[in-house]
């Protein structure tokens, strides 16, 4: 009764069906993983190594298994989840921030430093690509809209200049502002709008 009202389908579709009929009914990842970690602690206990938190792990799985049935027996579009596999990134990058000196061993004094150069690099960010955006309607109202790239791209060019008026003009530094830097940015603004344009040039800039 259980297993029929969590999982939706028949034990005959399980058990009786080909492996590709199967894995269109079941979470296979889950149970890939699940496996390996089974066969993984199975094959240490014969072997003689034995934790005593691998088979707590085990026996922990195993459990919440059978109490999570209605996720691990349900339709999967395997596509997704291993995309959606890929927050994983914000974890790592989470680890990798909060493992900084910052977090770990400063003192009041660095923690105002940072808040502050925080600020100060998102007042940046804000301040340019408010730019890009008002130099982006300039050309809207300069330009027709059959060459709307153009407006895109002269905004882009009036950017990267902007950055010359309390700078030494070089080549490369022009270059990887219009390509590397710039253009993603517009980009930003383009399809995902103002906020999304000064994140990731507030990231950009963390990592100068």
């Not at 496996?35 to 034995?50: F, K, M, R």
Request: charge should be neutral.
């Amino acid at each position: 009764m259980v297993l029929g009202k969590l999982s939706g389908i028949g034990l005959k579709t399980l058990v009786k069906g080909p492996p590709e009929d199967v894995l269109k009914h079941v979470d296979g990842i889950f149970l890939a993983l699940l496996g390996v970690a089974g066969c993984a602690a199975l094959g240490l206990n014969l072997a003689g190594i034995t934790f005593e938190a691998n088979t707590t792990l085990l026996l922990t799985a195993i459990l919440f298994t059978m109490l999570s049935l209605n996720y691990v027996l349900k339709p999967v579009d395997y596509e997704r989840s291993l995309s959606y596999a890929s927050f994983a990134v914000i974890g790592i990058g989470g680890r990798y921030i909060f493992n900084m000196p910052i977090f770990t061993s400063a003192s009041w004094a660095d923690i105002i430093t940072f808040a502050s150069a925080m600020g100060g690099l998102s007042l940046v960010s804000c301040a340019e690509e408010a730019f890009r955006a008002a130099m982006t309607n300039f050309f809207k109202v300069l330009l027709p809209e059959r060459v709307e790239e153009a407006r895109w791209i002269l905004a882009n060019a009036c950017w990267t200049a902007y950055h010359f008026i309390q700078h030494e003009f070089t080549w490369s530094y022009a270059l990887w502002l219009f390509f590397a830097a710039g253009l993603p940015l517009t980009y930003c603004l383009k399809k995902a709008g103002i906020g999304s344009a000064a994140l990731a040039h507030l990231v950009l800039n963390m990592t100068a």
